[in-house]
Nanobody, 125 residues
Framework: QVQLVESGGGSVQAGGSLRLSCAASIYGSVVTYMAWFRQAPGKVREGVAV????????AYADSLKGRFTISRDNAENTLYLQMNSLKPEDTAMYYC??????????????????WGQGTQVTVSS
C-alpha cells in the first residue's frame, strides 16, 4: 500500500550538510508515522528520527539532536532529513520507513510496515 523511494545521499566532507528525501506513494490507507533509520557496516539498524504525519511532531535519537531535522511535506507526500555538521560516524545506508498503525517504540524497526531501498551517505574526514 506504500512505496518509498529515497534520494539525496552522497559523499561529503566532515562538517558538511546533506538533505535526504523520501517520496511516498500511498494507496488505500493513510500513513500515521514516517521515520529515518540508518545502518552502518557491521552494526544494527538504528532509528534516526520519526515524525507524525498528522501534525509534524518529531522525535530524535538522543545522539543526533541538534544536528538532524526531520520534516514532511504532506502536499507532496515527501519526507525529508536535513543533516548538518556531519561526522564520519554518520556514514551509513539511510532508510525511509512508514507505518499505518500505532503503538510501540518509535526506534524499533519492526513496527514499520514499509521500507525504501536506502540511500548511501558517506562522510569523509
Amino acid at each position: 500500500q506504500v512505496q518509498l523511494v529515497e534520494s539525496g545521499g552522497g559523499s561529503v566532507q566532515a562538517g558538511g550538510s546533506l538533505r535526504l528525501s523520501c517520496a511516498a506513494s500511498i494507496y488505500g490507507s493513510v500513513v500515521t508515522y514516517m521515520a529515518w533509520f540508518r545502518q552502518a557496516p557491521g552494526k544494527v539498524r538504528e532509528g534516526v528520527a520519526v515524525i507524525a504525519i498528522s501534525d509534524g511532531s518529531p522525535a530524535y535519537a538522543d545522539s543526533l539532536k541538534g544536528r538532524f531535522t526531520i520534516s514532511r511535506d504532506n502536499a507532496e507526500n515527501t519526507l525529508y532529513l536535513q543533516m548538518n555538521s556531519l561526522k564520519p560516524e554518520d556514514t551509513a545506508m539511510y532508510y525511509c520507513a512508514a507505518r499505518q498503525s500505532y503503538g510501540g517504540r518509535w526506534y524499533s524497526p519492526q513496527i514499520y510496515e514499509y521500507w525504501g531501498q536506502g540511500t548511501q551517505v558517506t562522510v569523509s574526514s
